[in-house]
């Protein structure tokens, strides 16, 4: 069964840069595709990025060239970088994957995952 924690989450100002960490356990999670969604109160879970076990990215246009996905598999840790943070990046940001369906390619449906962190909160102030 894989589980998946997340972490790193803060309070930042508009501006800054955060890191956040994903672990995974579970066998052979170095071949399941790891994504990043995030979520505000009242909205809907939004696909924010994603990377295949062969390192291919995708990422949300709103956040392109700005933020970094990377997984490193002997750690079992997928991270998102995040740099010139706005307001609107405020959120509980969550990590997922579908451990009973491998999915060879990212998906930007939240419906597509089936297992999913407890989330991190990512808070940004002007």
């Known amino acids: 069964q894989v589980q998946l924690v997340e972490s790193g989450g803060g309070l930042l100002q508009h501006g800054d840069s955060l890191r956040l960490s994903c672990a995974a356990s579970?066998?052979?999670?170095?071949?399941?595709?790891l994504a990043w969604f995030r979520q505000v109160p009242g909205k809907e879970r939004d696909f924010v990025a994603g990377?295949?076990?062969?390192?291919?990215?995708t990422y949300a246009d709103s956040v392109k060239g700005r933020f970094t996905i990377s997984r490193d598999n002997a750690k079992k840790v997928v991270y998102l970088q995040m740099n010139s943070l706005q307001p609107e990046d405020t959120a509980n940001y969550f990590c997922?994957?579908?451990?009973?369906?491998?999915?060879?390619?990212?998906?930007?449906?939240?419906?597509?995952?089936?297992?999913w962190g407890q989330g991190t909160q990512v808070t940004v102030s002007l």
């Open positions: 579970g066998r052979a999670v170095g071949s399941y595709l």
């Open positions: 990377i295949t076990w062969l390192n291919n990215p």
């Open positions: 997922a994957t579908n451990s009973l369906r491998p999915l060879m390619s990212v998906t930007t449906f939240p419906a597509d995952y089936n297992t």
